[in-house]
Structures are given as structure tokens and as C-alpha cells.
């Protein structure tokens, strides 16, 4: 593609950067974002870096109403000789695009999003933090803008980056999880918007966590929404069980998200040789194999975590332990290969990272 510097307005009032040590999730933002207009007569344009800043939106804007958004997560990593990694970028912009089709937003240049992307990091690479586990998270999404009330596609949008340095997930290594599987709620169902990254969706599953957390749960285990009986996903992440050693993780069914670090974990899986298979798995089934002791891992994969175990799960009214509660040789096998890669430890046998000069 042709070469684009897109307009960049610097800040005038650069922030202090936060200590390593201090850092959470997603609270601290950096100096600029980079924002894109859409209107119907002109299509996507005004591509441009801009400092950090409050949105001016009228009330009556779609956004705020009927939930026509979409948006990604993933990070930037610099490497112990100070190169900038991206981890598979081009996936969030494939999956940003799948987004937009369901929600009726139109398509990005994938190019340019990943383009625009580099740019915005190459401006703010001093605010990568350097310290073990920590990195800077990307949150590219899209607005629908229109004042509008009624209840139709939006003929104008706002498609924006922004960028927060983020802690270590793991602070003292990687600690199994205690999962509740939901009865009650579902998160989505075949036909809805599950396989899309929309803000609807996660405003659906708060209420479930709640209960779960209340209970002592960090997380619950999603069931399909028509039976309740086959394992969809854990909080906002993918899952994969290890029975008898064979690998499996539930196929993609159009209520699932497809994870970047799922089909990630997938490739890594079936290079080493495990036995690996993508189908549909009832939460009978699993119980079963953990009653007969043949449970012998259940993780999570997603992109703020890389992976998390599960170290207790419960369901019908009993709690298991699973693998005595300690994260399994896979998880840790799969964890230390992706973020070796992510950090440029570990050759990228898989031209998976892309640096950002
Ligand atoms: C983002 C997300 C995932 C994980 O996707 P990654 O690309 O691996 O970060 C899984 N499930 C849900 C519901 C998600 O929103």
C-alpha cells in the first residue's frame, strides 16, 4: 500500500509517566489518539493524531442509545534491546472488519488501521513500559455518531485509538482461577452477536459476574444460550480443557468469540504434536472426566492474560479442584511461549510479531 503520514497536532501538556510499579489496567491513557471520520458522503476520512481528549458528541448521538459499537484489545511489548513488538495486529483489523459486518458499520482499510496504528505507537513509545509483564494495551474502536433516535444504522461514525500502559497480570507467576459455571445467564446465542467485539455483549455478561463474585467466583464458564449444556467460553476469554491428553476447545459457532490467542494457542499446539481438537464439549462431559480423574487442565487464552487457569470450577452445586488447584504443564508451556515471543525472547518461528520503528 501507498505510504500515509496521517495530520499529528503534538500536545502541548505531555503527562507524567506513571511508575511501572503502580500501574493497573486501563486507567492511565497516554498524550495522543489517533481518530477517523465517516460520513456517507465522503466515507472514511480526516485520519489524523490528535492529543488525548475528551469527546464532544451530541446527546442524541446513536452511540449512546442502541450500542452500534465495536472494538479490539491488544498490546505492544518492547524487547530487552528496545524493539517495539506487535503481537499478530493484523488479526484485530481482520476481526475489527468481521465486527463492523454484523454490526452494520462500514469496513476499515485494514492497511491503513494497522498503518495509522503504527504511527500513533511510534509517537508514543515512551510510554511503553519496560518492567517484566508490563506493556502498552491498544484500544482501537468505533463510535456510531448520527443524532439520531431512531433505531437504524448510523450514517456517520468515529473510529479512534487509544493507548494505556498496563501492569503485569500476574504479579507473583501465574495463579489458577476459581470459575462458577452460569446456570442462569447467558452471554450470547447463535444468531446474535457473541462472534462480534461489541460493547452490547459485555453490558450483557456484568450482571452474571456479579452474582459470581459475590459467591467467591473470579470468572464464570458461559453455556450455548439454547441448552445450557455445552461450554462456550470463561468471563471474556477462550477455554480449553486437557482430558486424557488430548487437547479441546469448543468449535467456533457463531456464538464464540474467535480469540487471537486461541487460534494462537491452536497453532502452537498442533506444531508440538498434541493431540488437538475444536468440537463441541458438554459441561457433563468435563465434570465426568474430573470425577474419573481424568480432567487434567482447564485454561483460559485471551489477550490481557495470555492464559489463565482454572483452579476451581462449580457446578450443580459442587466446587472441583482441578489438577490440585496448580496451573498445568500446558498452560505454563503455552504461557512462557507466547509472551517469550511477545517480548522477542523466543524466535517468532511463526512471523507473528511485527515491529513498530
Ligand atoms: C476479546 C475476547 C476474547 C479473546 O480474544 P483475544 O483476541 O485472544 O484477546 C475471547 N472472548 C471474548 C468474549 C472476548 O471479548
Known amino acids: 500500500m501507498k505510504q500515509q503520514t496521517f495530520a499529528f497536532t503534538r500536545s502541548e501538556n505531555l503527562k507524567q509517566k506513571p511508575e511501572a510499579s503502580t500501574l493497573e489496567f486501563g486507567k492511565v491513557f497516554t498524550d495522543h489518539m489517533f481518530t477517523m471520520d465517516y460520513s456517507a458522503e465522503t466515507g472514511w476520512h480526516d485520519p489524523q493524531i490528535v492529543p488525548y481528549a475528551p469527546l464532544e458528541l451530541d446527546p442524541a448521538a446513536m452511540c449512546f442509545h442502541y450500542g452500534q459499537t465495536v472494538f479490539e484489545g491488544l498490546k505492544a511489548y518492547v524487547t530487552e534491546k528496545g524493539k517495539v513488538l506487535l503481537f499478530r495486529p493484523d488479526k484485530n483489523f481482520e476481526r475489527l472488519n468481521r465486527s463492523n459486518d454484523r454490526l452494520c458499520i462500514p469496513r476499515l482499510d485494514e492497511d491503513l488501521a494497522l498503518e495509522a496504528l503504527r504511527q500513533l505507537i511510534s509517537v508514543e513509545k515512551e510510554w511503553i513500559p519496560t518492567a517484566e509483564g508490563t506493556s502498552l494495551y491498544i484500544r482501537p474502536f468505533i463510535i456510531s455518531t448520527e443524532p439520531f433516535l431512531g433505531v437504524a444504522a448510523s450514517v456517520s461514525y468515529k473510529f479512534i485509538i487509544i493507548l494505556s500502559p498496563v501492569g503485569a497480570y500476574y504479579k507473583e507467576g501465574i495463579n489458577p482461577v476459581s470459575i462458577a459455571v452460569e446456570n442462569d445467564y447467558v452471554r450470547a446465542v447463535k444468531g446474535g452477536t457473541g462472534d462480534a467485539k461489541t460493547g452490547g455483549n459485555y453490558a450483557a455478561s456484568l450482571k452474571a459476574q456479579e452474582v459470581a463474585a459475590a459467591s467467591g467466583f473470579s470468572q464464570v464458564l458461559w453455556l450455548d444460550g ?67 480423574g481424568r480432567l487434567e487442565e482447564v485454561f483460559g487464552t485471551g489477550t490481557a492474560a495470555i492464559i489463565s487457569p482454572v483452579g476451581k470450577l462449580s457446578y450443580g452445586g459442587e466446587t472441583y479442584e482441578i489438577n490440585n488447584g496448580v496451573t498445568g504443564e500446558v498452560a505454563k508451556r503455552i504461557y512462557d511461549t507466547i509472551t517469550g515471543i511477545q517480548k522477542g525472547e523466543l524466535e517468532d518461528t511463526f512471523g507473528w510479531t511485527v515491529e513498530v520503528k
Open 226 to 292: 439454547l441448552e445450557k449444556k455445552y461450554v462456550e467460553e470463561v468471563g471474556s476469554m477462550n477455554v480449553f480443557f486437557k482430558i486424557d491428553g488430548e487437547i479441546v476447545t469448543p468449535q467456533l459457532n457463531g456464538s464464540i468469540l474467535q480469540g487471537v490467542t486461541r487460534d494462537s494457542v491452536l497453532h502452537l499446539l498442533n506444531h508440538w504434536g498434541y493431540p488437538v481438537t475444536e468440537r463441541r464439549i458438554a459441561i457433563a462431559e468435563v465434570v465426568q472426566a474430573q470425577k474419573e
